[in-house]
């Protein structure tokens, strides 16, 4: 059973940088696998931020591609997210999770963590 | 980006009886979709994929059809435990893409 959990400051100043990071335990491998970061803004839907494969390849969705990084570092067995120039737009629960390319889908998840951006 | 739009936003059920969530695609994603439930608190769930497949433990009251750009999700007799909110996701271009969300409640 993979478990995830999300880490990083709850709250953050616009125009700063989000930093979140991963921890990856249980049945999942952080250097076989491939990993993901969603968020869902209060009471709104989820949006897909971005994945990362096992190989070290990403992909970002467009709307954030030029603030978004997502790594991986194996001998942590963690992945993180940072999102730059952060505004109250930013301002989401932040999942971490596992997705299963064969299906489309995503089959692990964190349990989230609130993220605020306010000055 | 492919536009998923869910209705109605909120159904309104009694227990025991059947509900029908819709959810289309502003192009065509095949059968490309997938369908989770997020209860207060918690982390959405996989139910559905490939439009009609049920994942891993899921009941066989939920069912899923539809393909090319119009989908349903179906619970066949609602459980107290089935009150929550339903989101669509489709995986055929990305990004993928999620819908608002329909709240099914009592």
């Known amino acids: 059973q993979v478990q995830l959990q999300e880490s990083g400051p709850g709250l953050v100043k616009p125009s700063e940088t989000l930093s979140l990071t991963c921890t990856v335990s249980?049945?999942?491998?952080?250097?076989?696998?491939?990993w993901s970061w969603i968020r869902q803004p209060p009471g709104k839907g989820l949006e897909w931020i971005g994945y990362?494969?096992?190989?070290?390849?990403?992909n970002y969705n467009p709307s954030l591609k030029s603030r978004v990084t997502i790594s991986i570092d194996t001998s942590k067995n963690q992945f993180s997210l940072k999102l730059s120039s952060v505004t109250a737009a930013d301002t989401a629960v932040y999942y971490c999770?596992?997705?299963?390319?064969?299906?489309?889908?995503?089959?692990?998840w964190g349990q989230g963590i609130l993220v605020t951006v306010s000055s | 980006e492919i536009v998923m739009t869910q209705s109605p936003a909120t159904l309104s059920v009694s227990p025991g009886e059947r509900a029908t969530l819709s959810c289309r695609a502003s192009?065509?994603?095949?059968?490309?979709l997938a369908w989770y439930q997020q209860k207060p608190g918690q982390a959405p769930r996989l139910l559905i994929y490939?439009?009609?497949t049920r994942a891993t433990g899921i009941p066989a009251r939920f069912s899923g059809g539809g393909s090319g750009t119009d989908f349903t999700l179906t619970i066949s007799s609602l459980q107290s435990e089935d009150f929550a909110v339903y989101y669509c996701?489709?995986?055929?271009?990305?990004?993928?893409?999620f819908g608002q969300g329909t709240k099914v409640e009592i």
């Open positions: 999770a596992r997705p299963d390319f064969s299906t489309g889908t995503v089959d692990y």
């Open positions: 249980g049945g999942g491998s952080i250097s076989s696998d491939d």
């Open positions: 990362i494969y096992y190989h070290g390849n990403t």
């Open positions: 192009q065509s994603v095949s059968s490309n």
């Open positions: 490939g439009a009609s």
């Open positions: 996701q489709q995986n055929n271009n990305w990004p993928w893409t």
